[in-house]
């Protein structure tokens, strides 16, 4: 589509390759997320246009874009969820689809039917159901390990409650919780942050930095260019197609801003760079 | 008083009956609870509205109906994923036409059909339970313990999906195949209560008794279980008013859970309309309830 924007990306993952940050140990592309020609087409309209990425453990990242910039598109895409996408994405430099056992998704919270009858052990569980064999019930440990992670979001109290009944935080938690209990290497969130309380937020931002400190990818889509901006370490800016990828300071430039949302970008978003 | 009940129950074709009565009352309410959760309550209508075709198709050839009748379900769910992956068509009008013809086409066959055969159009329409046959009471045994085993066996994976689908689609399970399999359970449980209830009226069996529990309960087992006894109580009152009054099967036993749907809506300690703190004011309870109404709108 944009024949200036592939040098672009291009140029990027090999920054990101060669010459990324100095701190990072684990920078080979291997223990990574490579993301390469992702396209997403829904019938005529392109909503992704060859996405390159090369994601690295132990950092915060956030997706950010305007609305309908492809920012849980890309998401998606990364997982298989969307059937319309082509490009591949590996991890250990094998198809991550292959991998799904490694991955938690939570997805957005107005997706969801809360009034669903079940109660907040039982959506904890869920994260469980991978690691049982089909077939069989779920194990002491499963138990357990959902128990300590719904312990770890603070909703231990509200295990028997039925999620309808449940504050809009407190029903991100339950799916933070779920999360945990899969105990997964990537973490996938799609806005997370939506709608949710001062107590919640707090929680989450301190479970996303315990996992990015123990090693783990944790991708945040977030549409909000507000304070919480702060919060993360890389970003990847996208507009259909990615406009910019790095860390936090290197992305928040008023061209990138620009390029990513047009006349319309929040002027706080600069200054949190 | 008992006397009136037990003694029908002398009669074999009242036992036959009874068995398949507590049968698809079990089955309808535990598969249907899947149908309330996703909102796909239209499914099951399309569903029993197109096994028809394949019914009489089987009929025709001299086959087992009640395998024509499976396929014909199967492949009408089929064809509305295909319309709605092909076409912009949504997924609601895609069942809408897909069971629309295939109703069509299914009372055309069978019309035609009757004109040389001793077939009745109306107890596959609305039932006729106290017709069941000694084979037909062993399908439908057959046909429930599958159901309820693989319900059972799946449990914690069908939870997750119908929950969830993209949440448990990203932790590896294989979705496509959760849904085929559900669709499956659907159309055997349509297809084990055609005799019962018949193709028209199989919905009320499916949807109101889990719809009822979910008023009363809050976990999705429990759901299932509190609507398997709503289910049960329904089909055997309705087979026991289908004896005394000759009525159709069907219409019988969708009245009784109808009447019990409306009781939880009024009464339920947690949903219901009558037990909600604001009917404590003066005003009348219809008026209030009928302005909540307008205001909605």
Redesign the interface.
Known sequence: MNPIALPFQANLVQQLNVSGQVEQTCMSSSASIAISQLSVRYRAVEALHNINLLIRPGRLVGIFGPNGAGKSTLLKAMLGLIPNASGSVTYHNKPLMQQLDKVAYVPQRSQIDWSYPATVWDVVMMGRVQKTDWFRRFSVISRRVAAAALERVGMEKYRDRPIGQLSGGQQQRVFLARALAQEPEIFCFDEPLAGIDQKTQEVVFEIFHELVAAGKFVLVVNHDLGETIAHFDDLILLNQSLVAYGSRQQVLTQENLYRAYGGRVLFAAGEAA | MWEAFLEPLSYEFMQRSLIVAVLVGLICAVVGSYLM?Q?LALLGDAISHSVLPGLAIAFMIGANIFIGAFIAGVLSTMAIAWIRARS?IKEDAAMGIVFSACFALGITLITLIQRDNKIDLNHFLFGNILAVSRPEVWQTALISALVLVVVV??Y??L??Y???P????????PTNLLNFGLMLLIALTIVASMKSVGVILVLALLITPGATA?LL????H??MIIGAGIGIFSSISGMYLSYFFNLPSGPAIVLVVSGLFVLALLFSPTHGVLTQPQAKSGESMVWRELKGLIRRH
Request: net charge positive; proline share 4%; no cysteine.
């Open positions: 959760v909102r912009p066996l799946l914690k994976e939870l997750f119908t929950f969830d993209l949440g448990a689609q990203a932790a590896g399970l979910y309960v809050s976990r999705l429990q759901v």
